[in-house]
């Protein structure tokens, strides 16, 4: 990896403050060469130290530490997971630093089931999180260039992401004095290497970032909350990614998102739109491509919602109104003997003003997709454990099937667990029209009732995890 010359310019500049405050006191300033970022949960991730090695390798060490803070909102560590590309990764080793954490094994990947991204993942991990503090490093070799990567500390069913981008990684190594030599053409002039620049020409922007890691995410959706309904999960079933641009200085330019509707087996007319869970002003942001056809959304003039404390957004009021209905049957693209019809493709674009919030502020890892019953304004489904909006009917908590407690931060799920909207990081085989998701897949049903510790893979297509027959087949190449 080549270094900016921005970070050696930081560098020197701390150094020289240093030797300067130093004839004052010997403790008059420290500098912190390590950057921590939230998980969630309790959980914590610190870039410990970047070591460029003399074969051109990086050596890494990364810090999860726990608070001990229990209740539904800080479970057990399950498996702790660190992104990487195939092939770039190894010499992995763990050391528990306090604490009474164990782990089973070091997967190696590249695959790890329900996680987000490519890499390598500490499994069997016991006895942090959950009411008991403790701290654990991990180290591993990266070959070529440091690279953007996704750490999850997966909690029941709480993924709990945090991100560190190249311009991380390379500031705790040149803080440090471990800095790699050479230099590296910058076209553009904006501290980004041409050889790590995705825009080399362009000095607003440096790095494209994907979320989904790995391509596109499925969120899919039960319409009847509070009641269960038919629990078939494809009242709404859409594909979704997003593409945030960062500059070399790791704040966000702009977000791209691109949302496809493949299916929506409902009689009623819902929206789908999601929340941003970041500090981020409503106001800031500008937003565009969304389809509004109704008269129930509100609108700011920049295009998030009015009337929410945090940035909401609306990708469309109406599903009706996006894919053509066959005119008989159910909603769209759910049973056998009606017409398949093409997705429906929505691209948006979220604009944000430069230099003010960076990719952690965005944290889109958390973003908080829902659906908006029947054009009431006042229903939405979220996934579970994730709080609505400010425009929803907090009365519905509690009635029918529901067993969401907001004191206690329980949303959107009955008394043994199961939910009312899924999420995946892969493409979703969905079940046909009034058959119950438990029965087309036959591991949902353990995953949702263990809170996600069992069979997170629930949704793939292995030996004895599926019934075919109970699930919509999606014609070839769509």
Avoid at 180 to 190: H, I, M, P, R, S
């Amino acid at each position: 990896m080549k270094t900016m010359n921005y970070f050696r310019q930081l560098t020197l500049a701390a150094a020289l403050l240093m030797l300067i405050l130093g004839s004052v006191s010997s403790h008059a300033m420290v500098v912190v060469c390590e950057i921590t970022k939230t998980n969630g949960g309790g959980f914590t991730t610190t870039i410990e130290s970047v070591t460029c090695n003399p074969n051109g390798t990086h050596t890494i060490v990364l810090r999860v530490e726990h608070n001990g803070c229990g209740g539904p909102s800080c479970l057990a560590l399950s498996h702790y997971s660190v992104q990487a590309s195939p092939g770039t990764y190894s010499n992995i080793s763990v050391n528990v630093v306090s604490g009474g954490m164990t782990y089973g094994s070091i997967v190696l990947g590249p695959n790890l089931g329900s996680d987000p991204f490519q890499g390598f993942k500490i499994d069997g991990v016991s006895g942090i999180g959950g009411g008991n503090a403790g701290v654990f490093t991990i180290t591993y070799t990266l070959s070529g260039s440091l690279q953007q990567q996704m750490v999850s500390a997966k909690a029941g069913t709480n993924g709990q992401f945090a991100t560190f981008t190249v311009v991380d990684f390379e500031y705790v190594m040149n803080c440090a004095g471990t800095t790699c030599d050479g230099g590296g053409n910058d076209t553009d002039g904006d501290g980004c290497n041409d050889d790590e620049d995705d825009y080399p020409a362009d000095p607003d922007r440096c790095t494209d970032n994907f979320f989904p890691a790995n391509g596109f995410g499925t969120l899919a959706y039960e319409d009847l909350w509070p009641g269960k309904g038919d629990y078939d999960f494809n009242d709404l079933v859409l594909d979704y990614e997003f593409k945030v641009v960062t500059n070399a200085q790791n704040y966000v330019v702009e977000m791209f998102g691109t949302f496809i509707i493949k299916a929506f087996g409902a009689s009623y007319e819902n929206g789908f739109g999601f929340q941003l869970e970041g500090p981020i002003a409503p106001e800031d942001l500008t937003v565009t491509g969304y389809s509004l056809t109704e008269n129930y959304i509100t609108l700011l003039p920049n295009g998030t919602e009015a009337g929410q404390s945090k940035a909401v957004i609306i990708v469309y009021d109406n599903a009706y109104n996006q894919m053509q209905w066959p005119g008989v049957g159910i909603g769209v693209n759910t049973e056998l003997n009606m017409p398949y019809i093409t997705p429906d493709t929505l691209k948006l674009t979220i604009g944000f003003p430069a230099d003010t919030y960076t990719y952690q502020d965005l944290n889109i890892g958390g973003f908080n997709p829902f659906i908006i019953v029947n054009q009431n304004r006042g229903v939405e489904v979220h996934l579970p454990d994730y709080a609505p909006t400010d425009l929803a009917d907090q009365s519905l908590f509690g009635t029918m099937e529901d067993y969401s407690n907001p004191s206690q931060g329980t949303y959107y799920k009955t008394d043994n667990n199961l939910p009312w909207a899924i999420h995946i990081y892969e493409s979703f085989d969905y079940p046909i029209e009034k058959q119950l998701v438990l029965l087309a897949h036959l591991k949902f049903a353990e995953w949702a009732t263990s809170g996600g510790v069992l069979f997170p893979d629930w949704y793939k297509n292995l030996t004895g995890y599926r019934n075919n027959a109970l699930i919509y087949p999606v014609p070839s190449g769509n």
